[in-house]
Protein backbone atom coordinates (compact mmCIF):
# COMPACT_ATOMS: atom_id res chain seq x y z
CA UNK A 1 0.00 0.00 0.00
CA UNK A 2 2.64 2.32 0.20
CA UNK A 3 2.45 3.48 -3.63
CA UNK A 4 -1.14 4.07 -2.95
CA UNK A 5 -2.30 7.51 -2.18
CA UNK A 6 -5.62 8.46 -0.27
CA UNK A 7 -5.46 6.05 2.21
CA UNK A 8 -4.70 6.02 6.10
CA UNK A 9 -3.23 2.84 8.49
CA UNK A 10 -4.68 2.12 11.33
CA UNK A 11 -4.06 -0.42 13.74
CA UNK A 12 -6.41 -1.85 16.38
CA UNK A 13 -5.78 -4.93 19.14
CA UNK A 14 -8.36 -6.76 21.67
CA UNK A 15 -7.41 -8.77 24.23
CA UNK A 16 -8.19 -10.09 27.45
CA UNK A 17 -8.54 -7.77 30.46
CA UNK A 18 -5.58 -9.64 32.02
CA UNK A 19 -3.18 -9.05 29.90
CA UNK A 20 -1.56 -5.72 31.03
CA UNK A 21 0.67 -4.05 28.15
CA UNK A 22 -0.69 -2.01 25.64
CA UNK A 23 -0.09 -2.10 22.85
CA UNK A 24 0.05 -5.79 22.68
CA UNK A 25 3.62 -6.89 21.20
CA UNK A 26 2.02 -8.35 18.14
CA UNK A 27 0.75 -4.92 17.37
CA UNK A 28 3.90 -3.11 17.39
CA UNK A 29 5.71 -5.47 15.26
CA UNK A 30 2.83 -4.91 12.78
CA UNK A 31 3.23 -1.88 12.92
CA UNK A 32 7.03 -1.81 12.48
CA UNK A 33 6.66 -4.31 9.50
CA UNK A 34 4.32 -1.54 8.09
CA UNK A 35 7.02 1.40 8.51
CA UNK A 36 9.92 -0.72 7.39
CA UNK A 37 7.89 -0.86 3.70
CA UNK A 38 6.27 2.73 4.15
CA UNK A 39 8.27 5.49 2.99
CA UNK A 40 6.00 8.07 5.10
CA UNK A 41 5.41 6.29 8.08
CA UNK A 42 7.86 6.81 10.47
CA UNK A 43 6.71 5.49 14.28
CA UNK A 44 3.32 4.30 15.93
CA UNK A 45 1.59 5.65 18.25
CA UNK A 46 -0.55 4.39 21.11
CA UNK A 47 -4.27 6.19 20.66
CA UNK A 48 -5.76 8.51 24.05
CA UNK A 49 -2.21 8.76 25.29
CA UNK A 50 0.35 10.12 22.55
CA UNK A 51 -0.51 11.96 19.89
CA UNK A 52 -0.32 11.30 16.43
CA UNK A 53 0.91 12.53 13.22
CA UNK A 54 0.92 11.89 9.75
CA UNK A 55 3.99 9.68 9.78
CA UNK A 56 2.58 7.80 12.70
CA UNK A 57 0.58 4.69 12.60
CA UNK A 58 -2.25 4.77 15.63
CA UNK A 59 -2.99 1.67 17.59
CA UNK A 60 -6.07 1.33 19.78
CA UNK A 61 -5.79 -1.33 22.57
CA UNK A 62 -9.43 -2.51 23.95
CA UNK A 63 -9.46 -5.18 26.97
CA UNK A 64 -12.69 -6.49 27.06
CA UNK A 65 -14.09 -10.36 28.02
CA UNK A 66 -13.73 -12.66 26.90
CA UNK A 67 -11.20 -12.04 24.44
CA UNK A 68 -8.42 -14.12 23.59
CA UNK A 69 -6.70 -11.95 20.67
CA UNK A 70 -8.13 -9.63 17.77
CA UNK A 71 -5.38 -7.58 15.67
CA UNK A 72 -7.27 -5.50 12.75
CA UNK A 73 -5.27 -3.33 10.12
CA UNK A 74 -7.50 -0.75 8.29
CA UNK A 75 -6.28 1.05 5.48
CA UNK A 76 -9.22 3.90 5.43
CA UNK A 77 -10.05 6.28 2.56
CA UNK A 78 -12.95 8.43 1.39
CA UNK A 79 -13.69 5.86 -0.84
CA UNK A 80 -13.73 2.68 1.09
CA UNK A 81 -11.81 0.68 3.64
CA UNK A 82 -9.75 -2.20 3.42
CA UNK A 83 -9.20 -4.36 5.88
CA UNK A 84 -7.13 -7.91 7.51
CA UNK A 85 -8.42 -8.92 10.31
CA UNK A 86 -6.92 -12.08 12.81
CA UNK A 87 -8.98 -13.32 15.52
CA UNK A 88 -8.10 -16.13 18.03
CA UNK A 89 -10.84 -18.06 19.24
CA UNK A 90 -9.13 -19.60 21.74
CA UNK A 91 -4.96 -19.88 23.68
CA UNK A 92 -4.45 -23.07 22.35
CA UNK A 93 -2.56 -21.48 18.88
CA UNK A 94 -0.36 -19.63 21.86
CA UNK A 95 0.84 -22.57 23.65
CA UNK A 96 1.22 -24.55 20.32
CA UNK A 97 3.68 -21.28 19.33
CA UNK A 98 5.43 -21.11 22.40
CA UNK A 99 6.18 -25.33 22.29
CA UNK A 100 7.43 -25.14 18.66
CA UNK A 101 9.68 -22.10 19.50
CA UNK A 102 11.10 -23.94 22.75
CA UNK A 103 11.68 -26.75 20.64
CA UNK A 104 13.64 -24.55 17.50
CA UNK A 105 15.84 -22.36 20.08
CA UNK A 106 17.49 -25.73 21.65
CA UNK A 107 21.31 -25.39 20.69
CA UNK A 108 21.23 -21.55 19.36
CA UNK A 109 23.17 -18.80 20.60
CA UNK A 110 22.84 -14.99 20.97
CA UNK A 111 20.13 -12.35 21.02
CA UNK A 112 17.38 -14.12 18.49
CA UNK A 113 13.49 -12.75 17.49
CA UNK A 114 10.39 -13.95 16.35
CA UNK A 115 12.14 -12.81 13.29
CA UNK A 116 14.62 -15.55 13.66
CA UNK A 117 11.98 -18.18 13.90
CA UNK A 118 9.60 -17.28 11.19
CA UNK A 119 12.65 -17.54 8.37
CA UNK A 120 10.75 -20.36 6.12
Known amino acids: M ?5 YQ ?12 D ?5 AITLAQ ?6 SILKEWNLVGETEGST ?6 SKRIDPAPGTHVVTY ?3 IDDIQL ?6 REGFALGAVLVSEWIIGKKGILSMDDFLKF
Open 33 to 38: GIIRHH
Open 22 to 26: APSGT
Open 9 to 20: VALEEIHHTEKK
Open 76 to 78: SST
Open 85 to 90: THTAHS
Open 55 to 60: SSIPIT
Open 2 to 6: NETTG
